[in-house]
């Protein structure tokens, strides 16, 4: 540290306006900041969007259960339709004997199960049923052509991928259906048609549709934040009341003021308390806006703790990066982390390239795969993988968080020996530049006296007090210079009184 000293009625050199303004600095800085700030949305946006690159050639990757009850025309013309379907974008039709699945309830169960994304099926008896109206009389009148074929999806995996992929893809199979029995048994169908009655010839016309089955349906339109947008603001909220916990922690003197077990603990009980109310409000404006959403109180329970989990995650996980990176450094931390983690649920991996299955590791990830399972109030078979991800996070972002609060102390207390030096090398200062006062001062009072027997004891003691203050002040320079905050506690420790 300097000390600058200025004779009376000088100028101080800080003070004195530059020549020349460094203007060609700041514009070079500014263009380094603009620069990072440009590569750090330009990658992670380009990372995101890659997520749903090439997405509708990936079709296939969706495992689609068929079972044929039928056995007659209208199970060979659904068969036929998907083999002309059949092509990279469209999901891939895996067909099982109906003694595996007994009944459309086992259908239902295997989809709730997520043996796999959704299933089809030709109804028993659709073809007989079908053959008996076209003859016309009382079973045209009451025959129901979107009886012949069902499909079943589960809407709260993915709503929006949902739609997209199985709702288009089982009215194109359905249209396929129809097409395909008019080629195959058209002519018979026609041969048989009862031509005087009208409602024989609306069965001609319109012989094989679908029933939906949506397994947990999601009428509400908030439902396509849930995996999105939702994943990334839990971030954000923790990474700004940070900012505001370490600016309070500083302004009331939190770690100086308080041995580091009693400002860890607070500081961990303000960390639950917060995160806790903080997934409550998140929970309470899903609820809020569900709309006709079939959900009850136990879910509300589980979805609250889930997302207080995940918030005090990010919570840890910020708090440890705040106390080891410089503060410029942290909304490329933030930005990078968010844009991760959305990138992992806001499609299934089956739609995404193969290198973003490293979202697996991602808690978000976990998170929503867990409130899925919420959700559907049915069977979770890959908890076992999501919960251990959740708790390794946890306890990795525990221990992390422990191991900064107590970086944080042992550089408060430096920082605190630090200033008391500077303030000792200042009082340091002020004494010597007032000495040469006092000295003449006191010259003057011995002239006018006569010298006395005590003035050897008194000259010998002042040279002591001078070689202590110089000693004092070259003590606190090299302890001010130096960058170590522990030698500065420690050369501050011996100085103070």
């Known amino acids: 540290m300097a000390l600058n000293r200025t004779e009376p009625?000088?100028?101080p050199a800080d003070d004195a306006a530059p020549k020349t303004l460094p203007l060609r600095k700041f514009f070079a800085a500014a263009a380094v900041k603009a620069v990072a700030i440009l590569l750090l949305f330009l990658l992670n946006l380009a990372y995101l969007y890659g997520s749903v690159y090439n997405q509708p050639q990936r079709g296939a990757a969706f495992h689609v259960l068929l079972v044929d009850y039928d056995g007659g025309a209208v199970g060979r013309s659904l068969a036929s339709a998907y083999q002309n379907l059949k092509s990279p974008s469209f999901p891939t039709l895996i067909t099982q004997p109906a003694s595996q699945y007994p009944s459309s309830d086992s259908i239902v169960q295997?989809?709730?199960n997520r043996q796999y994304w959704a299933a089809i099926f030709a109804s028993q008896g659709a073809s007989q049923r079908l053959s008996a109206a076209l003859r016309g009389g009382s079973a045209a009148a009451t025959?129901?052509?979107?009886?012949?074929l069902t499909y079943v999806w589960n809407e709260v995996r993915y709503p929006a991928t949902g739609d997209a992929v199985f709702g288009i893809s089982f009215a194109l199979l359905v249209d396929a259906t129809r097409v395909a029995y008019n080629s195959i048994n058209g002519t018979e169908a026609l041969a048989t048609l009862a031509q005087n009655d009208p409602a024989a010839v609306q069965v001609y016309l319109d012989p094989i549709d679908a029933t939906a089955i949506n397994v947990n349906p999601m009428p509400q339109g908030a439902k396509v934040f849930y995996n999105t947008i939702s994943m990334g603001m839990p971030i954000l909220q923790q990474f700004f009341f940070i900012l505001a916990l370490n600016g309070?922690?500083?302004r009331f003197r939190i770690y100086s003021g308080l041995p580091p077990k009693s400002s860890g603990i607070l500081r961990a009980a303000v960390s639950v308390v917060y995160t806790f109310v903080g997934a409550l409000c998140m929970t309470g404006y899903i609820w809020a806006f569900r709309e006709n959403w079939a959900v009850h109180g136990d879910q509300f329970a589980e979805t609250w703790m889930l997302l207080w989990l995940l918030m005090h995650?990010?919570?840890?996980?910020?708090?440890?990066?705040?106390s080891v990176l410089p503060q410029p450094a942290m909304p490329f931390l933030i930005v990078t982390w968010i844009f991760l983690n959305i990138s992992a649920t806001i499609s299934p991996f089956e739609h995404t390239p193969g290198f973003y299955r490293l979202g697996y590791a991602l808690p978000a990830y976990s998170t929503y795969e867990i409130l899925t399972y919420i959700w559907s109030n049915g069977p979770a078979p890959e908890l076992h993988r999501d919960l251990p991800i959740m708790f390794a996070w946890w306890l990795v972002g525990l221990a992390c968080a422990i191991l900064a609060h107590r970086r944080r102390c042992r550089l408060t207390l430096g920082a605190g020996s630090a200033q008391a030096l500077s303030t000792k090398a200042d009082d340091v200062v002020q004494v010597e530049e007032q000495s040469p006062k006092r000295s003449s001062e006191k010259k003057s009072?011995?002239?006018?006296?006569?010298?006395?027997?005590?003035e050897p004891e008194q000259q010998h003691g002042s040279e002591r007090d001078s070689n202590?203050?110089?000693?004092?002040?070259?003590?606190?320079?090299?302890?001010?210079?130096?960058s170590d905050p522990e030698s500065i506690g420690q050369k501050g420790a011996k100085m103070l009184p």
């Open 143 to 148: 025959y129901d052509s979107t009886q012949a």
């Open 9 to 11: 009625g000088r100028r």
């Open 110 to 112: 295997a989809v709730r």
């Open 248 to 250: 309070m922690s500083a």
């Open 313 to 322: 995650i990010h919570f840890c996980l910020i708090d440890a990066a705040t």
């Open 445 to 454: 009072i011995n002239a006018a006296e006569e010298p006395s027997s005590s």
């Open 468 to 482: 202590s203050e110089e000693k004092d002040t070259s003590a606190a320079a090299e302890a001010i210079a130096s």
